[in-house]
C-alpha cells in the first residue's frame, strides 16, 4: 500500500466514524427510551472493558483477574479532579469529559505498571492471585477514605455547584469503544502484535528470539489499564454518582467472563461479548418472579435430558443413520421457524428496543446459518437434536415439578421459595459460561477475528485466506 | 577470528554441576559440533550462551564482549539465536507469524506508531513479511505459510523452528538436536540444509545432536561432553576414534 493511499483510507474511515457518532447521537439516540440509551451506553462500556483486558489476558496471556480496579481508579480519580477543578459553564462539558477521560487514562496506566511489574516474575494462577488482591486493595484503600465517599459513595459534582455531573454523551461511549477496539486491532494488524502473542505462546522462546518479553508484558498491562481507566472516567461522569459496589470482585468476574465467552485473543469476540452478555441478563429485569418449584423443576429436567441424550444420539447415528438425519432435520426446521417466530413476537411486546433487536437478529441470524451455509444439512439436524432435547427439558420440567410438589420433603424445603427473575441474571449467566466452556472451550470466535470472509467462507461464497497486514 | 569464546564455564544447580570448567572456542564461518551422552549438560551450555542460565563461574565471549548477565533477548539481538531441543514454536501463529516474530528484532518503528497505523509501520510489516516469505521459501515452507504452526508435520515444525532463528540474523546460530525424530530420507535433507546454511550464507552453526551421521557429516569439528566436562574436541576423525569418546559415548567404532 503506498503512504497516499494509507492516508486516504484513513480519512475516509474517520469520516465515517464521524457521521456515525453523528447519527447515533442527533438520530437514533433521542428516538429511543431512557432505558435503551443505558442499554446501548453501558453495554459499550462493557464492550470496551472485555477489549481492554482482552489485550492483558487474551493478546499477552497474562492471567488478570482484577481488571474492575483499573475502572474503578479511573473512574475515582477523574471524578476527585472534577469535583475540585470543574465549574460549570466555564467549559464546553464533552471537552472537559475528554480531559478527564486523558486523567482517568493515566491514573490507571499508573496502576498498571505497578500491577505490571509482579507479572514479571509471576505466571499463570500466581499472577492471578496477585491482580485480584490488587483488585481489592484498591476497593479498601477508597473505602476507608472518608474525602472519596467511603461505603456510601461518591457524588460527582461540580465546585460550584451540588447536582450530580451527568455529562457522558451517547456519542463519546460509541467513541471510546471505536477508539478502543481500533487501536487492539491496529496493533494486531502490525508486527507490533506478534511480540505479544508470542509471549502468551512461549515466554522462553519469544525471548530467545529477541523479544523483551519484560517491556511487552508492562506494555500490556499499562494500555489495557489505560483503556478501563477512560471507561471508569466516562461511567462516574456518566452517573454522576459512584459507589464501590460498583467496581467490586464481581465487576471483574464478568470482565472475565465476557473476555473468556468471546474467545481469549479475539478484540471482536471481546467486544461482542462485551456488548451482548450485559444485555441478554439485562434485558431479563421485567421477568415475573419464579418459584423455586419451577427452578428446580427446570434444572432436574435439564440433567436428565443431558445424561440421555448423549447416549441416545450415538445410538440413533448406529442404528438408524438416515432416518434419524431426516428427523433431526425437520426438528430443526421447528427449531429455525419457532426462532424467527419468537423474533417477530417479541416486536409485539413491551419490552426495550435493544431486547427486540437483539431477539431478532439472533433469529434471522440463525436461521440465515441454518438455511443457506455450506453444511446446512449436518448443521440443521444438529439444531433439531438441540431443539429435541429442548423440548424434551419442557415436556420433563411439569412432572418434575409436580414431583417435588408432591414429595414432603422437597415441598417442605421449596414452598416458601421464589426467585425474583432479576436475581436469575447471575445463574443465567453462569449457565451460558458453562455452555460455551463445554462446547467452544477456546471461547465463541477462539483466537481469531470476526471476518466477513469468514462468513463468506460459511456461506460458500467466494473469499480470500487470512494475511497479516494485508 | 573466534566468534564465540566459552572460558571455563561452570555452573552448578545446588550440589550438582551441571558443567564443569568446559571452554571452547567457535570460529566465524565454522560447522562445530557439541555432542556427549544424555545428562552430559550439552543443552545446558546452550543456555548458558543464550542467557537463560548465568554461570556460576567463567566467561563467555561473544564478538570479542563477555555476554555474561545479559538477558536472553539482548543476547539475541547481539546475533545469538537458537532452536529448541523440545520444538518451542508459537504453536497458535501461523508458520509465516512465527517466522515475523524472529525478524521483529530488527525493527525500527515503534510502538506507537504501530498503535495509530502509520505508514512506516505499516511499510515495515509488509517488509517483514515479504523477508519472511523468503526465508519460509528457503526451507520449502512457504506452502505452509498460513497454516498454523502447531499443525505442521513434525518435520516441517523442526525446519520452521530453523527458519524463525534465522529471521533474526544471527551470527551464530544454536541448533539443539535439530535431527531428533527425523526419519533418514528428512536428515539427509537436513544435512543439505545446514550445509546451505553455511555455504550461502556464511552462517557460523553450533550444534546439539545425538545422530552420529549427521554430526559427522556435516561438523567441521567437534566437542564432546560427560558428566559436565569435555573429554576431547578435534575434527571428526579424531572423535571417531577417541577411546575416551568410545568408552563414554560411542560404544564402537562408527
Known sequence: ?470 | MNLLTVNRATIRFGGLVAVNDVSFEVPQGRLFGLIGPNGAGKTTCFNLITGIYRPTSGDILFDGESIVGKKPHQIAAKGICRTFQNIRLFGDLSALENVVVGGFLRHRSTLPEALALMPRAIHETEGLVEYAMHLLDTFGLAHEANSRSRDLDYGNQRRLEIARAMATKPKLLLLDEPAAGMNPMEKIGLMAQIRRLRDEFGQTILLIEHDMKVVMGVCESIFVLDHGAEIAHGPPEEIRNDPKVIEAYLGEPV
Open chain 1, 1 to 470: 500500500m503506498t503512504t497516499a493511499r494509507i492516508w486516504l483510507v484513513r480519512l475516509l474511515s474517520l469520516g465515517a466514524v464521524i457521521l456515525f457518532l453523528w447519527l447515533l447521537q442527533t438520530k437514533i439516540s433521542p428516538a429511543l427510551g431512557f432505558l435503551d440509551n443505558r442499554l446501548i451506553q453501558i453495554g459499550l462500556l462493557y464492550a470496551t472493558l472485555a477489549v481492554s483486558l482482552n489485550l492483558i489476558n487474551g493478546i499477552t496471556g497474562q492471567f488478570s483477574i482484577g481488571h474492575a480496579a483499573f475502572y474503578q481508579i479511573g473512574a475515582y480519580t477523574s471524578a476527585i479532579v472534577s469535583i475540585h477543578y470543574y465549574r460549570t459553564g466555564t467549559i464546553e462539558p464533552w471537552v472537559w469529559l475528554l480531559l478527564m477521560i486523558i486523567v482517568g487514562a493515566v491514573a490507571a496506566a499508573m496502576a498498571g505498571f505497578v500491577v505490571g511489574l509482579p507479572s514479571l516474575r509471576l505466571r499463570g494462577d500466581y499472577l492471578a492471585v496477585v491482580t485480584l488482591g490488587f483488585g481489592e486493595i484498591v476497593r479498601i484503600i477508597i473505602q476507608a477514605q472518608e474525602s472519596l465517599g467511603g461505603s456510601y459513595g461518591l457524588t460527582v459534582s461540580a465546585s460550584n455547584s451540588d447536582a450530580p455531573l451527568k455529562i457522558a454523551p451517547m456519542w463519546m461511549f460509541a467513541a471510546l469503544a471505536i477508539f478502543v477496539i481500533a487501536v487492539c486491532r491496529n496493533l494486531l494488524k502490525t508486527a507490533h502484535g506478534l511480540p505479544f502473542l508470542a509471549v502468551r505462546e512461549d515466554e522462553l522462546a519469544a525471548s530467545a528470539m529477541g523479544v523483551n518479553t519484560t517491556l511487552t508484558k508492562v506494555t500490556a498491562f499499562v494500555l489495557g489499564a489505560a483503556f478501563a481507566g477512560m471507561a471508569g472516567a466516562l461511567f462516574s461522569h456518566y452517573e454522576g454518582f459512584i459507589t464501590l459496589k460498583q467496581f467490586d470482585m464481581n465487576q471483574s468476574f464478568l470482565i472475565l467472563a465476557m473476555v473468556v465467552i468471546g474467545g481469549t485473543g479475539s478484540i471482536t469476540g471481546a467486544a461482542l461479548a462485551g456488548f451482548f452478555l450485559y444485555l441478554l441478563p439485562e434485558s431479563l429485569r421485567d421477568l415475573p418472579d419464579v418459584s423455586g418449584y419451577a427452578v428446580f423443576g427446570f434444572a432436574i429436567s435439564v440433567v436428565i435430558v443431558l445424561i440421555v441424550s448423549s447416549k441416545t444420539r450415538r445410538y440413533v447415528r448406529l442404528t438408524s443413520p438416515g432416518a434419524g438425519q431426516t428427523l433431526f432435520m425437520i426438528f430443526g426446521l421447528v427449531g429455525v421457524l419457532g426462532a424467527l417466530f419468537m423474533g417477530f413476537w417479541i416486536w409485539s411486546q413491551e419490552v426495550p428496543r435493544m431486547t427486540q433487536f437483539s431477539v431478532s437478529v439472533l433469529a434471522v441470524g440463525l436461521a440465515c446459518a441454518m438455511l443457506f451455509t455450506r453444511k446446512r444439512m449436518p448443521n440443521l439436524a444438529g439444531l433439531g437434536w438441540i431443539v429435541l432435547c429442548f423440548g424434551a427439558i419442557i415436556a420433563l420440567t411439569y412432572p418434575a415439578i409436580q414431583g417435588l410438589q408432591s414429595n414432603a420433603f422437597t415441598s417442605n424445603l421449596l414452598g416458601e421459595i421464589s426467585y425474583r427473575a432479576g436475581n436469575l441474571r447471575f445463574p443465567l449467566f453462569s449457565a451460558t459460561l458453562v455452555v460455551v466452556m463445554l462446547t467452544r472451550p477456546q471461547g465463541l470466535l477462539g483466537h481469531h477475528e470476526f471476518s466477513w470472509d469468514w462468513v463468506k467462507k460459511l456461506f460458500g461464497l467466494p473469499h480470500k485466506s487470512k494475511e497479516l497486514a494485508g
